[in-house]
């Protein structure tokens, strides 16, 4: 699986959009972006996939540059229950659909 | 969307016993489970790929006769970590892919495993 570069932590103003950048410069063609939040002491939660064109969902929106190298995920209006650790992962569809994941970036959303 | 629910939560166990955390599809079939471990502050690793019907596949460095995992049905994995000791001590996660090509996996709420 290609590997994901994210900052370590950001911290965002509640109420604002908060931009979460991810790097995967070795994305292969047929991996998908997959975007998962885990707040604390709870299992990981879905948020956003994506191949190549951008998505929105409620969540979230998923932008991916046109060369795949990298993604932005947009939380369009953060509250304080957006608090958590946010993994971008890469995944690979053959091999068993496992996640790999890496840091993540720890995301405080301040008052 | 899909449910996956694990058994117990929580659970504090004596060192040197074992101890059985369960796993649960609740509205799908799930022919593939996995099974992560987290430390405080750290990612999630993968410990193994459960498989119904046939033997887990284990990352490496994770002992299989130490970390037993059964996938007897299509709806249930379980992890017995065997003689416990307090280096166990851990967070352990599972997820199942809702039956599909490139379907979000959906995770169980973790269960915190102290050992004493």
């Known amino acids: 699986d290609a590997k994901t570069t994210q900052p370590t932590s950001m911290d965002c103003a509640e109420g604002r959009a908060a931009n979460l950048p991810c790097n995967h410069s070795?994305?292969?063609?047929?991996?998908?972006v997959y975007w998962y939040r885990q707040i604390h002491s709870q299992g990981p939660q879905y948020i956003i996939h994506g191949l190549k064109n951008n998505e929105t969902n409620e969540m979230a929106s998923l932008i991916i540059t046109e060369d795949r190298k990298s993604s932005t995920l947009i939380l369009p209006h953060a509250t304080l229950r957006d608090t958590a650790v946010y993994y971008c992962i890469v995944r690979v569809v053959a091999a068993g659909n496992k996640l790999t994941f890496g840091g993540g970036t720890r995301v405080l959303v301040k008052p | 969307g899909a449910v996956v629910s694990q058994h117990p939560s929580w659970v504090i166990c004596k060192s040197g016993t074992s101890v059985k955390i369960e796993c649960r599809s609740l509205d799908f079939q799930a022919t593939t489970m996995f099974w992560y471990r987290q430390f405080p502050k750290q990612s999630l690793m993968l410990m193994a790929t459960?498989?119904?019907?046939?033997?887990?596949?284990?990352e490496q460095g994770v002992e299989k006769d130490k970390f037993l995992i059964n996938h007897a049905s299509l709806t249930l994995s379980t992890l017995t970590v065997t003689s416990a000791h307090p280096e166990d001590s851990s967070f352990y996660i599972c997820?199942?892919?809702?039956?599909?090509?490139?379907?979000?996996?959906?995770f169980g709420q973790g269960t915190r495993l102290t050992v004493v």
């Open positions: 997820s199942a892919d809702v039956p599909g090509v490139n379907t979000e996996a959906f």
């Open positions: 070795t994305i292969s063609g047929n991996e998908y």
């Open positions: 459960s498989n119904e019907g046939s033997k887990a596949t284990y």
